[in-house]
């Protein structure tokens, strides 16, 4: 049980069978027919050699199979992740160098590595820093940042730039020496690649094939394109026109390599690696969890962990370079049928098959086609309706999502990630330090307390009722403080004071503190200090507290009992000879 | 209106008449007494001549009479940020030096603008980081730091570091050097004080003295073991037996200095000058606050902020070192009846007169007599009791403030301060990510609904109740989306599930996008999903996003009537002859 824990394959390994294989063999085929010119193309933004591409959707698809937790989450290179690899390490050397390709290796091993602490010690809720507006704002600038990076490819011209003023002028810049042939394979070939993502399946539909077939036929689509440009470059002799192609790929299964073990450059790439590591992580197990929870299946966030990392690790070992679980590829995967993680060893062995046998064929493919591929798949990163959803529900997370679009278009994949950590963890501390807090009274002739700001309702000068609407922490303790003693300094007849804890989940040594000085400054002032519907988590730590003993006031059970009863008492101090008939009568009790 | 909010001596100075005037004078003659040896042992402490002290004592209390809000606040040299300001600069020059001097008045002049750029911005909310156990961990390990330094003084020998196993190893080494008269006079001082503060106002009461003037007259404690200590060395010569002594101070007025505008030493100094603006902040504001409530004013935390950095810059530009509100002379100021920040005023007053007039007198006080006054001061400050308080109450809590206590005696002082603020952090993040929910069920016979793990309650295999006791936020939306599809795993049966949103106090965006991907993963699996018992401001925000229209189930006022709707309409699903009776007289209903 324990062993197969952190072994899933063990536990689905058991189970498998003659219709299992036949599942996974399918989704394997179109998976490993989806997967090669997307390879090729990532490897390509990543400003690695096509080849890398390939081996990084190899051995790391093994490695999450044995590890993973999720049946259908398809892993390997992924454009964020690639444009992440490109800018970390061209700090180090220029894209394409040997230098390049070792620091993506020693990427691969650190995000490995840390993916792999991370798993052991159950830290996956550190990815929960990052919120759905920051995380949505960053893969939108991401997407408009590489789709803007492959223009070049398609204009055939040069272009250089990590953010998008860079890219942008050096674009303009190059525009006259546009190759009009490479032009003409990218506008063709990114069109094409839109109408089959949007009109291929219609038709499919209308020529009688079934929905589910018309599907799985169109995701062919690109390696069409890869065909079809391929064949014109070699027919028409393109090349020779300045149509630049991928050229000669070397026909091997994966190499072994070892990173380099260099701590000043280990150092430099740690921040890259862990910040590469948490969006990648991120985006897994979103896809992860939507794909199992369609089967009522669950995943492990701590194991999944461990599996990319066991696959980052894979890549580093293996010529590869940083993958991640893919949304589109994993999606194909579910919807042709993968049922175990076998599917995605399967489709290792398509890859591999495809590296040592397809790359001659590979040579005279145009780069403007797998730019056209990635920009389409990009595209659909960039995500329109969120920013107008998140405006209309909250303005601050708004600013945090719009904050990390303009930082990481303007300053860096990096910083942009960073800002909108920061920004959430700050607004999220802002929220924290001011809770919402009302002065209650009672709705005449029931047992209700509400806002008397908002509601007719009953009080007396002597008795004030607040109710707090947030935990009580270290974060808002002084807030806490100022918030009552501004209350208690404006009702000059104060002498009780009720907390009203109803909304309180917890109280933490910090915010104890603080409801002790509060006591105590309330008693220097004569006034008396209670709470009432404090919750039973709340009470039992309160329980091991002095705070019970010293309190000047009492715990009430209900808000109600403590104002009649408190209405009574004042009275009684004030008038001892009057009765709660006077109270009655005015409807407070 | 505007401006008194701004500059308070408008509102009080308006009022000030007679009887304040006598309050303040006699309050301001009481604080300068303690204030004189104060002062110069605190400038000692930081590594400062004497004389710094006592001009760090004069116009900065005046710049925060004009900006300040508290009526007692005694602002000065104090401690722990004499402790920090020696950290800080030790690591600009050696203590003394007039590079080291220099450092010191840029590290006034940044804390200053920090503090009023905080004010202007109401950033006070910023001092929230610090957690009550964080500061008190700290202040303790400061007060032990501070009391180990000054026994180099009391032993006549020479002793260096800034940590605790430094400190103790160099005075070890130099053990064999002790000074005798040194010595003596240290020790005998030390008694001296240590028998004022808990058996001079005793025995002053039995004596037939009022205890406030007793309480009063024991404070001038400090300024009789100057004056007996320094006629014993004059007499005995005791210079000549290796005495050190305070030496020549300097008669004259502050000097009016211009703190260098060096890029790089500012910049090397900025963070130790916010974390001394920070938790001289907090010490002073909490100071204040206890004062204020005692006579039910309030102090307004914003304009204390600004009314800090007035008198920084202030110490910066006349010869000073950075200063705070001090716990003890504020007290005093208190309790010797101070009515306005005239009696700072007033103050400032009797220790210019001292600078001008008493320096000649203190040439002989020996060192050690102020190494006794330290000592016995900031001994007061380490605090036994809370931590012990902390443990019992929680564990977690605990672990931060021991952390402080640790890395503040062990690696130093602003490393202990960030090590706080950081693991309480951490671990309100931790706890923020995972908060309490529970599976709920009827109270059999009531309207109540309880933990299923708790109470004996009745519940439905088809129906599913989750109660989360937390706001929402985007720390814990990735915990909600496991935590709901961990439970709809377990139950095959499920068709409907209800979130009791009693105890959310608030929903943000990333939170919501978590419910929509939870509302459509269940919709994928055939569950609805259901809320119950939305809050008012909650529902608010909810009816501006897409949740409610997408919901596949409803939003129900109280969970009672949604159980009980749930029941039926399942019941009806799986048998539509069925009536409600059967689950009548299963009690259910």
Redesign the interface.
Known sequence: MRLSRYLPVLAWGRAYNGTTLTNDLVAAGIVTIMLIPQSLAYAMLAGLPPEIGLYASILPIIAYALFGTSRALAVGPVAVISLMTLTAASSIAPPGSAEFIAATLVLALLSGLMLLVMGVLRLG?L???????VVSGFITASGLIIATSQLKSILGIKASGEVMPELVSTLAANLPQTNIPTLIIGVVSTAFLFWVRKGLKPLLISLGLKPRTADLTAKAGPIAAVAVSTLAVVWLDLEAAGVRTVGQIPQSLPPFTVPLFDAALWQQLAIPALLLSVIGFVES?SVA??L???????IN?DQELIGLGAANVAAAFSGGYPVTGGFARSVVNFDAGAETPAAGAYTAVGIAIAALFLTPYLASLPIATLAATIIVAVLSLVDVKTPR??W???RA??AAMAATVLVTLLVGVEPGVIAGVGL?LAL????A????AAVVGRVPGTEHFRNVKRHTVLTDPRILTIRI???L???????L??FV??Q??ET?RLRHLVLMAS?V??I???A???LE?INH??A??GVSLHLSEV?G?VMD?LE???LLHDLTGEVWLSQDQAFSALLLRADEEDAPQAGSDTWMARGLI
């Not at 990815?127 to 507006?133: K, Y």
């Not at 922490?473 to 807030?479: G, I, K, P, S, V």
């Open positions: 809720f990815a929960n820093l990052l919120s759905h507006p197990v969890q939507t199992a929870a369609k089967k009522r299946q669950r966030p959803h998140i209309r529900y909250s997370d708004f959430s999220f501390l802002w929220r330090s001011r809770p919402h609407d947030e935990s922490t270290y974060l808002n303790a002084r807030w403080e100022e003693l501004e208690v300094a000059p909304a989940n917890a933490d040594a910090s104890l503190e603080s000085a400054r309330l220097d002032a919750k988590p730590a091991r507290s002095h």
